[in-house]
């Protein structure tokens, strides 16, 4: 990346950055005035989260994506935030805080210092470091590369035969489209979900706090979720899109629960829209939001509201969360005919929506409910995945829960149908899981890979999280100091996790972060007056050109050798000068990086697509020398990678079809083969 292109890149993202904050902050301001403190910064955060995905998806919608059109967008939406009237409203106060004890100030502390040094040790480790995951380079970057290059939303793409990886819910892959489009490079995109990770922990304490929980316990609550392994490497490490849903999700509840106390339309309203960018974001935010939903009609009725004024705002919730999270529903009708491929919709033996057979469900995608009965591969599998994608969280949130409903009876009585309903929330959402596809994958009866999808119970964890902070509170002291002592050992258990063999960085990062939070808490304490005018001007100044030097720092050392030497076939492709276009075909095995995001090359300048027949939706392979011969014509590529790996087709065909057809080869590893066309 040039300097130039860095400088423009970072001036794009930091003017669309400031004017979708400058909207969401004049916004709630306007609309939402009697919201302060941790409501408002969450206001802002589920505002500004989804107008950074709007000004994406809009000029999408209309084929017309770039950095110019995105810009203009975000302007368009910091002017009309100036515009927005002023509503009137009353200041709702916030809900009473029960006294901190001064042990649980001190046990929230550590737990909160041992997650940040983790993760500024993470950061400094690898921060610089291309991502490899396999989600990432496989399907998500791809799609994103695709969405740049074409400029349109309205698309439909695979890289991987016989699995639907194009029709997913993709408001959070918005989120790293962001953050990968000004600068045509993802040297930044793994820390587009670091704020979300933030998000999710600041929802977790608002809503303990709307419970009644004092203030330490929900932080240390928050330092737990956070430290989860299956968030942390979500968030931090992969820059996966779970981390969104979880923010969104949790600030979705936090409003549902405030407005449970307060009534105020615009608590209903986030509620509505943070729930509708969980439903965009990930398909178990398909079976969690309406869950949720049904929940809160509940505890709303226990509470003595109408079915009339239930049935009411329950329709604005349903509106603002198909605004927010619908379009890609509506993608997946208009190119495939079905908004929730790949899976079929049927209602009492009728068919709504119709897809093909998945076949690599059928093999790979078992589920935990499927071995409800079998102790051995809960023994060998299921419960070591989850100690690995929970840790020490698990069972400290399960307890939290359980000792919640125990003391249900000694909340006020406004609060109980609240509690009862979130623990029901909570464990509805992992039940669900249990009965979700791929959630315990493998093969011969074997579910070895189910670590993999233990993030898809982030949004349950949530409620699951303010919930134990709640029992920490409610409970007999010995108990709720018990629990609270777990919690943090859990927070710190994740933090040791999140940065193994890391431990000079850690002890650095401890130092660094118990330097800042001294430095912050005597700023508090002593509230000096802020500087105004030309001082207040040079700070800002430094602050620009320091974090503009370590950005700088960071591509190049990421794009120095972003990718070399993962495999021979990639270097070629890597190394080529000029765009070239590359054909992915055959299979492969999973033991190295997915070729798709790497073939598009440094600055996503490479057209890439694969080979295949798409049949209602589904990518196959050709399964004819003929068929094939012709598609590879038709696509006029200048290089062939072809896997060479055997999975629910021949090992060699398409290699022995290109030697057939005079390709010649130019690179080989053991699990692709790169090919030059005849012409090329």
């Not at 704020?195 to 304490?205: E, H, N, Q, S, T």
């Not at 070895?448 to 002291?477: D, E, K, M, Q």
């Not at 209602?616 to 590529?637: C, H, I, N």
Request: aromatic content about 10%.
């Amino acid at each position: 990346m040039s300097e130039g292109d860095y400088l423009v890149g970072a001036l794009v993202l930091a003017a669309t950055l400031a004017a979708c904050g400058g909207a969401a902050v004049g916004a709630v301001a306007r609309l939402a005035g009697e919201l302060a403190g941790l409501a408002r910064w969450l206001a802002v955060a589920v505002v500004i989260t989804a107008l950074f995905i709007a000004v994406h998806l809009v000029p999408g919608m209309f084929g017309a994506m770039s950095p110019g059109t995105v810009l203009a967008c975000a302007g368009l939406a910091f002017a009309g935030s100036r515009a927005l009237p002023r509503r009137a409203a009353a200041a709702a106060q916030p809900p009473p805080a029960p006294p901190e004890r001064r042990i649980e100030v001190w046990l929230a502390a550590i737990a909160i210092a041992a997650v940040v040094a983790a993760v500024l040790a993470r950061t400094f480790a690898d921060g610089a470091t291309p991502i490899t995951q396999y989600d990432y380079a496989g399907f998500r970057m791809p799609n994103i590369a695709d969405w740049m290059q074409s400029g349109t939303f309205w698309r439909f793409d695979e890289f991987l035969p016989r699995l639907a990886t194009g029709s997913y819910p993709q408001n959070g892959d918005v989120v790293l489209l962001g953050v990968t489009l000004p600068f045509d490079n993802d040297a930044f995109t793994r820390f587009a979900t670091y704020p979300f990770a933030l998000v999710a922990g600041a929802a977790v304490v608002g809503i303990a706090g709307e419970l009644g929980a004092r203030r330490s316990p929900a932080l240390a609550a928050a330092a737990a979720y956070v430290a989860i392994p299956a968030l942390a490497n979500s968030a931090f490490q992969y820059a996966l899109v779970d981390a969104v849903i979880a923010a969104t999700f949790g600030c979705g509840v936090y409003f549902l629960v405030r407005h449970t106390r307060t009534g105020a339309r615009p608590d209903l309203v986030l509620a509505g829209i943070a729930l509708g960018l969980a439903l965009g974001t990930k398909w178990y935010g398909l079976t969690g939001v309406p869950l949720l939903l049904l929940v809160w009609a509940g505890w709303s009725r226990a509470l003595g509201e109408t079915l009339r004024t239930i049935a009411r705002r329950g329709a604005l919730l349903v509106g603002l969360v198909a605004l927010a999270g619908g379009f890609w529903f509506l993608r997946n009708l208009v190119e495939v005919g079905n908004p929730v491929f790949p899976a079929d919709l049927s209602i009492f033996g009728l068919t709504i929506f119709d897809a093909p057979p998945d076949l690599h469900r059928d093999i790979y995608g078992t589920t935990i409910f499927h071995f409800v009965t079998d102790w051995h591969a809960w023994d060998a599998y299921i419960l070591p995945a989850f100690w690995q994608g929970y840790g020490l969280a698990g069972p400290v949130f399960a307890a939290g829960i359980a000792i919640a409903v125990a003391t249900v009876r000694r909340a006020p009585a406004r609060l109980r149908p609240v509690i009862a309903g979130l623990a029901v929330a909570a464990l509805g959402t992992f039940v669900i899981y249990m009965i979700t596809p791929y959630s315990a994958p493998g093969f011969n009866g074997q579910p070895a890979y189910t670590f993999v999808n233990t993030r898809w119970i982030l949004h349950g964890l949530v409620i699951a999280a303010a919930l134990c902070a709640y029992a920490v509170s409610a409970a007999p002291r010995p108990v709720g100091l018990a629990l609270l002592v777990a919690a943090v050992a859990a927070a710190i258990q994740g933090a040791v996790r999140l940065a193994p063999g890391f431990g000079g960085a850690v002890a650095a990062a401890l130092v660094l972060t118990a330097a800042l939070g001294g430095l912050v808490w005597l700023v508090l304490r002593r509230r000096p007056a802020m500087p105004r005018g030309r001082p207040a001007l040079a700070v800002a100044a430094l602050v620009v050109v320091a974090v503009l030097a370590a950005g700088w720092a960071v591509q190049r050392r990421f794009n120095d050798d972003r990718y070399a030497g993962l495999d021979p076939t990639l270097d070629y492709v890597l190394a080529q000068p000029d765009p070239v276009d590359v054909g992915l075909t055959g299979f492969w095995t999973t033991a190295g990086i997915e070729p798709a995001w790497p073939l598009y090359g440094k600055q996503v300048s490479n057209h890439v697509e694969y080979v295949g027949d798409l049949v209602d939706g589904q990518l196959r392979p050709w399964p004819t020398r003929a068929e094939w011969t012709a598609a590879v014509e038709r696509g006029g590529y200048d290089l062939l990678l072809v896997g060479r790996a055997p999975h629910l087709t021949d090992d060699s065909t398409e290699d022995l079809w290109a030697r057939e057809d005079g390709y010649e080869r130019l690179a080989q590893s053991d699990r692709f083969t790169l090919y030059r066309a005849p012409n090329g």
